[in-house]
Structures are given as structure tokens and as C-alpha cells.
């Protein structure tokens, strides 16, 4: 395929760039595509010259926009236009690959640009690591397994992956979870990348298919998408790839767009952790002692491995479950405290033999290097932990291993610093940005001091095209009957929102005894994609989720009610805990901010078009109607109906 990368208007020697720009986005709204039959939308417009000032000036821009103003037109054009002005990529970073997947897909907004506007744009997508296969988790596992599913991903990996042979020189990107959508995801999980492969010394590294795919979008021209979660590890890891002699994750950018940009916070979170794994350290520090070291390093390497199994048995010992989070709450005791002061102090002496057993020049250089960056890993890790109220911890288990994840609390003196410093301009989108038109919530949290802002509303004639229902819940089961009657009325075409996986399968539980005369999909069954592509081609069916608050994109009769079966507070997770502990008032700093926000999202699903109709039926306790009955119709975009 030949790609033409020149700007789609002329600038000549004694012309300003931002001057034409300007014409031609006037003119793409104004004239061209109306004559490819979009609506010429004044909301649209107003956002464009916003933009236009804030990448003139390489100004930070929170331009909240509500649904069916065309936001991803308007930032996908400067974006490309800018990236081919400056010969450098353009960033668009989304909150996840449900959204990434409404870009890039056959008759996504791209495409849609791209005919709209005759532009060939160069765009390539910067997926998460566990989106992609494992051929060290995946080989042996397909020696040993019956598993249909697993096996049918074997066969399909290319040749070439397992060809030593030096003669080999053809390769090409493979491995990208959307390959294999007849996955569910609990199996993926099983072969895909996780945290605890350690990829720089993996015999595989140079025909993984993560490894090929990042590659590939390096060389990107236009357009790079990825995630939030993957952008924030690029962020987290930059300063370490380039020490171990490696490419950041992510080239330099023109400009960075976050869509769903309010996510931003929980991305950089999550990013920014420190995850100790059981096994990851005997790992290492066996490998230390297999080298031809000193006699008080090995005194000292044993001290650490015993203090390190005692440790996690208490951690074991002392995490509890939360509902509708898979991390595990921790209570630090004494005991535990103790022991991490003293595993921290013994790293720090393990460091400093480290640097008298490599002037031995008995251990190569490579593994020096591995052993010292993962013992600093852990021993700042541990200093977080051991410093009050600067982290959040909590315990991940799985069938084989546990893992201690730490984060920092607050994450917006490394945003400031490593994001927000760089020059460029950056474009938070999305229809939730601000409270009651206020961004500074949103700016202060991430560390932003200086930015400009626009917020325009939906066209949409919401009165005539939306009804929403308010309902009162007090028995499950009673509850379950009354969706199932609501969607049975709808003959189907709806999406099912809950708060959690748990709820979800409480009602998967309860549908297997119904017998309805439409199909039921659910999250985690298949690839996303997949999912979401059954629901708008398999009519009528219903689509139940957890995650798809934001990013799903039906419109037409696919989709005409949802349901939102509880109202979506954050999980009592350790993370949400500290931000409750920290608040002046958890519940109206944290708890009602989070679940009006993520409401607004869910609403937001129902109405993509100025043609769609469609009822929305919200579900709460008592309680939760006598203290929140009020602010949720502030936040309607219509009156509700109890």
C-alpha cells in the first residue's frame, strides 16, 4: 500500500501554517463534508477553532464534548494534519481497546475520514503487552493440553516463529488478541504476556509477536493508538529501556490526544505500580547465587530469600476478598511492617556487596545489570510502602503465585514531570470532563496547572428521543424477573450495565433458567471486539457487561434500552479506600463523583444518532434514592420517570 503523507492543503514559503490550517478545517466543515453528507454542526466547529488555538500555542486543552458532536473528527484531523507538520507521529491514546476498536474498525470514524476527505492516513496500534500471545507460556502448554481453544491458537501462529534456522529473515506481525476472538478470556489469560516473564532474557524475544508489532508502529507516520494503561507504561518505563539500552515503548510524539480523557488518572495509577511477585525475587537472587560470588552474599542472599517466604505467608495470611475488584485488601500488622524494614535494609546491603562481587568481573556484565535494577526495583518499592500514607497496596493471587502490587497515592508530581513537560500540545476528549463545567478536579489530579478549556452540548433532542425509567429495588431475585420482563417487552436489543463481574454472573446464573427468544452475550466469553460485533449483526440479542460504561459505539436498532441494573460506585478496593481515607468527604469527594461520572458514560450509549430511540431503566436501593435521587436528575439529560 502507498501512503501520501503530504498535508492535504498547500502552504507556500511566505504563509503562516496555523493560517491555512485554519482554512482548511473551515473548509472541511463548512463545505466538504456536507457535500458528503454530514451535517454541518456549529458544536463541532466552536471545538475546532478551540483546538486550533491550543495546538498554535502547544497548550494543554480539556475540550469536553457531548455525544454526537463529531469530536473524534475534529481531533483526528489536527492530529494528522499536525503529525505530517511536524514529521512526527501523532499519540492518540484511548481509555481501552473497546474505544481503539471504534477508530480502526471497517467503517470506523478513520475510514470514514479517509473517504470523506481522500487522505491515505498511516495509522498502526501500540496494544497493551498482555494483548498479545506468549510462545514461552503458549508452546509448552500446547504439548501438554486437549484444550480445543488453546490448540487452534498453536496451529496459527506463522512458521517462521518456530524456525531457528539463520537462514530465516521473513517475519511478519502475529499474536494480537483480536486473532483469536473464539478465546474467552480466562484461557488468553493462560498464554498471553503477564508481569512475570521476564521478556529481555526470554529465548523467544526476537520472533514474538510483541516484539514484531511494536516494530511495526514505531515506524507509524501519522497515527499511533494505543491505551491509556499502555501509554502510562511507556511513560513508567521510558528512563529504564533507555538505561538497559532499549527503545521507549512509544517514539516521540507531534501531539497526544487522551479520548475518554477523565480516565486518565486511574490509567497513570495503574501504571506507575510496583508489583513484587513471590517467585519473580527467588528467581533472581537463585540466579545470583549461581554465580561465583562472595561468601557474605550468599550469607546475605539466604537471610533475604527466608525473610521474603515469611513475609508473604503473612500477606497471604492477613488479605481478605473485596466484591468486585480482584484486589485483595491487606492489613498491615506489625509483624508484617517489621519484616519489610528488614528486607528492605538487607536489599540495600545485597546492593552494595553487588557492586564488590562485579568488580570480581566473575559475573557478565548483562546479569549485573539485571540483578541491580530489579533489587532497586524492589527496595523503592518497599520504601513507599514503608512511608505513611504515601502508597496503596494490595495482594493478587492466581492458581500458581501471589504478587504485592504498590502504587504511589498521588501521581501528579510524575505526570507533571514526565508527561505535561514535554512542549507538545495534549487533548483531553470526552463528554464527562468537568463538574458542573468546573476541570479543575480533573486538571489538579493530574498535575496540569496551565490549560485552556471548551465544553459544547449534544445536538441531540434528547426529550423526543430518549425516555429513562427509575426503578426501586429491594429483592434480587424480584429484580431479575423485572429485567428479564423489561428486555422481553424490547424483544432484546439492549445492553445489560452492572457494577461487577459478580453481579453480572449472579444474573448469568439466574438467565440460564429463562428461556428467551433472543440471544444473551457476555464480557469475557470471546475477544471484545468480537462480542460487540456479535451483538449489532446477531439481532436481536442482548449484550451484558461490566466495563462498557464508555467507548461502545451501537447505533440503530441494535441498540434500544439499557439497563443499568445498580448504580456504579467505585469498588471498596484499597485503591478507592485511600482516595475515601484522604478526602475531606469521601462521599461527596469520591463516591458521588465517580458514579455520576460513570452514569453519564452508561446513559451515553443509548443515543449515538439523531435517528435512535430508546428507553433507559435505572436501578438503586432505597437508600441509595433518598440520598442520591437528586443529583442523578441534575445529571439527566432528561426528566426521569419513578
Excluded at 144 to 150: G, K, L, N
Excluded at 425 to 444: E, H, W
Excluded at 488 to 493: A, P, Q
Aim: negative net charge; proline residues 4%; charged residues 30%.
Amino acid at each position: 500500500m502507498t501512503r501520501n503523507n503530504a498535508l492535504p492543503f498547500t502552504v507556500a514559503r511566505d504563509e503562516n501554517f496555523f493560517d491555512r490550517l485554519g482554512d482548511y478545517v473551515g473548509d472541511v466543515f463548512y463545505d466538504i463534508l456536507p457535500e458528503k453528507g454530514y451535517e454541518l454542526r456549529d458544536e463541532q466547529i466552536y471545538m475546532a477553532f478551540q483546538l486550533e488555538q491550543a495546538f498554535k500555542n502547544k497548550r494543554t486543552i480539556f475540550a469536553e464534548a457531548g455525544v454526537g458532536t463529531g469530536k473524534t473528527f475534529v481531533y483526528l484531523l489536527y492530529a494528522i494534519c499536525y503529525a505530517r507538520y511536524r514529521g512526527k507521529p501523532a499519540i492518540i491514546s484511548c481509555a481501552d481497546e473497546t474505544l481503539i476498536e471504534q477508530l480502526v474498525k471497517k467503517g470506523g470514524d478513520i475510514e470514514k475520514l479517509e473517504e470523506a476527505l481522500g487522505l491515505r492516513v498511516d495509522v498502526r496500534l501500540a496494544k497493551s503487552r498482555e494483548q498479545y500471545v506468549c510462545i514461552r507460556k503458549l508452546d509448552p502448554i500446547a504439548n501438554q493440553t486437549d484444550d480445543e481453544d488453546i490448540l487452534r491458537v498453536h496451529d496459527q501462529i506463522p512458521d517462521f516463529v518456530f524456525d531457528n534456522s539463520p537462514s530465516m529473515k521473513s517475519f511478519e506481525p502475529y499474536g494480537d488478541r483480536k486473532e483469536y476472538p473464539w478465546v474467552p478470556d480466562e484461557k488468553w489469560e493462560k498464554i498471553a504476556w503477564d508481569p512475570l516473564q521476564q521478556c529481555s532474557t526470554c529465548e523467544w524475544r526476537h520472533r514474538s509477536g510483541q516484539t514484531l508489532n511494536r516494530d511495526y508502529y514505531r515506524h507509524a507516520s501519522d497515527l499511533i493508538i494505543c491505551s491509556h494503561d499502555f501509554y502510562m507504561e511507556h511513560v513508567w518505563t521510558k528512563e529504564s529501556r533507555k538505561r538497559e539500552g532499549q527503545l521507549p515503548l512509544l517514539p516521540e510524539p507531534s501531539c497526544v490526544v487522551f479520548d475518554e480523557g477523565h480516565l486518565l488518572e486511574f490509567a497513570a495509577q495503574k501504571g506507575l505500580t510496583y508489583r513484587f511477585n513471590f517467585e519473580a525475587l527467588n528467581k533472581v537472587l537463585t540466579g545470583y547465587m549461581g554465580q561465583d560470588v562472595r561468601e557474605e552474599s550468599l550469607y546475605l542472599i539466604e537471610d533475604i530469600l527466608v525473610l521474603h517466604e515469611e513475609w508473604f505467608d503473612l500477606l497471604d495470611k492477613n488479605a481478605s476478598a473485596v466484591e468486585g475488584s480482584n484486589r485483595l485488601e491487606i492489613s498491615l500488622s506489625k509483624n508484617i511492617m517489621d519484616i519489610a524494614e528488614r528486607l528492605h535494609n538487607k536489599v540495600q546491603q545485597l546492593l552494595e556487596e553487588l557492586v564488590f562481587d562485579s568488580e570480581l568481573f566473575t559475573i557478565e556484565e548483562y546479569h549485573v545489570k539485571i540483578i541491580e535494577e530489579y533489587l532497586e526495583f524492589f527496595s523503592f518499592g518497599l520504601g513507599i510502602l514503608l512511608k505513611e500514607g504515601e502508597g496503596i497496596f494490595w495482594l493478587e493471587e492466581n492458581e500458581t503465585t501471589s504478587s504485592l502490587v504498590i502504587m504511589p497515592r498521588l501521581v501528579e508530581d510524575v505526570l507533571k514531570k514526565e508527561v505535561f513537560s514535554q512542549g507538545v500540545p495534549f487533548v483531553f476528549s470526552s463528554a464527562t470532563l468537568s463538574q458542573n463545567g468546573d476541570f479543575s478536579y480533573l486538571a489538579s489530579s493530574l498535575g496540569i496547572k496551565a490549560y485552556d478549556s471548551c465544553s459544547v452540548d449534544s445536538p441531540f433532542d434528547y426529550e423526543s428521543q430518549m425516555k429513562i425509567n427509575g426503578h426501586i429495588d429491594s429483592d434480587t431475585d424480584e429484580k431479575w424477573k423485572n429485567i428479564g420482563q423489561q428486555l422481553l417487552e424490547n424483544e432484546g436489543k439492549g445492553l445489560v450495565l452492572f457494577s461487577s463481574a459478580e453481579e453480572m454472573n449472579l444474573f448469568r446464573q439466574w438467565v440460564k433458567n429463562q428461556e428467551w427468544p433472543f440471544t444473551v452475550l457476555y464480557e469475557g466469553d470471546h475477544e471484545i471486539s468480537k462480542t460487540v460485533r456479535d451483538f449489532q449483526t446477531d439481532q436481536p440479542a442482548v449484550l451484558c457487561s461490566y466495563n462498557l460504561w464508555e467507548g461502545l459505539d451501537v447505533p440503530g436498532e441494535a441498540l434500544t434500552k439499557v439497563i443499568i441494573v445498580s448504580l456504579p460506585f467505585p469498588p471498596k478496593d484499597p485503591v478507592f479506600k485511600a482516595k475515601r481515607k484522604h478526602a475531606k468527604s469521601p462521599e461527596q469527594d469520591v463516591d458521588a463523583p465517580y458514579m455520576l461520572l460513570r452514569l453519564r458514560q452508561g446513559i451515553g450509549r443509548l443515543i449515538r444518532t439523531n435517528k435512535d430511540q430508546g428507553t433507559i431503566d435505572i436501578w438503586m436501593t432505597t437508600e441509595e434514592s433518598k440520598s442520591y435521587k437528586q443529583k442523578i436528575e441534575q445529571v439527566m439529560p432528561v426528566n426521569i420517570e419513578w
